[in-house]
């Protein structure tokens, strides 16, 4: 069965400090992998995408991906209270139907 | 580009009628649309993929005869919850495939509520 884990948090991190969420999978098969952030009753919106191994950098946000450890990274940089929501990692072999994680709830505190 | 709307943003509806959310892909075409529905503090969970022209694959331990998914054109998918029970209450959302890189593209989601 394919798997997507995350920690559910939540993570606290101080306004102006790098926050760190990681995703792991079990699908060696995967593909595309992807970065969703949802705020309290709206649907998810896309943050980045990555499909090669290492870094992919926009604006304040890194995707680091590890097909090897299997692992997805998400940083934001230079956190603000307006990144507090929900961050979600999907990821998909192909064309198949992505497979979601539950998602770590990010604080930004002032 | 690839825009996806869906309608209605909330419904209140009394127990035991029917309600039909509607999703759209604006500016491309999509032979396939997925149905999420998710609860509070929790994850989205995949009901069924509508697929343009045939039948709905349902995921299990949902009900297809209650969630009934029409997928009649390449640009629309309803999603008609049937005899409503407050336990339907819920957040409902589509995505669509679309053709560019980032793959998945999301409506705005439906909040039900059955009373």
């Known amino acids: 069965q394919k798997e997507v884990e995350q920690n559910s948090g939540p993570l606290s991190v101080p306004e102006g400090a790098i926050a760190s969420l990681n995703c792991t999978y079990s699908?060696?098969?995967?593909?595309?992998f992807f970065w969703y952030r949802q705020y309290s009753g709206k649907s998810p919106e896309l943050i980045m995408f990555?499909?090669?191994?290492g870094d992919k950098e926009d604006g304040r946000f890194t995707a680091q991906l590890n097909k090897a450890s299997q692992y997805v990274s998400l940083l934001i940089r230079d956190s603000q209270p307006s990144d507090s929501a929900t961050y979600l990692c999907?990821?998909?072999?192909?064309?198949?139907?992505?497979?979601f994680g539950r998602g770590t709830s990010l604080i930004v505190h002032p | 580009g690839a825009v996806v709307s869906q309608h209605p943003s909330w419904v209140i509806c009394k127990s035991g009628t029917s309600v039909k959310i509607e999703c759209r892909s604006l500016?491309?075409?999509?032979?396939?649309m997925f149905w999420y529905r998710q609860f509070p503090k929790q994850s989205l969970m995949l009901m069924a993929t509508?697929?343009?022209?045939?039948?709905?694959?349902?995921e299990q331990g949902v009900e297809k005869d209650k969630f009934l998914i029409n997928h009649a054109s390449l640009t629309l998918s309803t999603l008609t919850v049937t005899s409503a029970h407050p336990e339907d209450s819920s957040f409902y959302i589509c995505?669509?495939?679309?053709?560019?890189?980032?793959?998945?593209?999301f409506g705005s989601g439906t909040r039900l509520t059955v009373v």
């Open positions: 990555i499909y090669s191994n």
């Open positions: 999907a990821v998909n072999r192909g064309s198949y139907i992505p497979t």
């Open positions: 995505s669509a495939h679309n053709p560019g890189p980032d793959g998945y593209t």
């Open positions: 500016d491309f075409q999509a032979t396939t």
């Open positions: 509508s697929n343009e022209g045939s039948k709905a694959t349902y």
């Open positions: 699908d060696r098969g995967s593909q595309s």
